[in-house]
């Protein structure tokens, strides 16, 4: 079955870094767009970024354009989502997303704290 297995979150101090890793199995991992989406606390859950199954077109939210970095490994099953330049709005949970025969697969998360 679909497996999705988010890693890497934590906390940061504003302005660094951290670099999640969505592990996927249960599918053929390369035929398939991926998606991070993000939930912070009181919010709806939102779309984060896109990534084509190829990893040669990434697609992202307004405000996460020029800080947020999707990428994938297809040898190992892997995305990324490299975050830059945090913020403390960008705290919330952060989860990796399939959408394959029009049903949605989520990971159970990663949470990203952005505090001083």
């Known amino acids: 079955q679909v497996q999705l297995v988010e890693s890497g979150g934590g906390l940061v101090q504003p302005g660094g870094s951290l670099r999640l890793s969505c592990a996927a199995s249960?599918?053929?991992?390369?035929?398939?767009?991926m998606n991070w989406y993000r939930q912070a606390p009181g919010k709806e859950r939102e779309l984060v970024a896109t990534i084509s199954s190829a990893g040669n077109s990434a697609k992202y939210a307004d405000s996460m354009k020029g800080r947020f970095t999707i990428s994938r490994d297809n040898a190992k099953n892997t995305v990324y989502l490299q975050m830059n330049s945090l913020k403390s709005e960008d705290t919330a949970v952060y989860y990796c997303?399939?959408?394959?025969?029009?049903?949605?697969?989520w990971g159970k998360g990663a949470l990203v704290t952005v505090s001083s």
């Open positions: 997303n399939l959408i394959r025969y029009g049903l949605n697969y």
């Open positions: 249960g599918f053929t991992f390369s035929s398939y767009a």
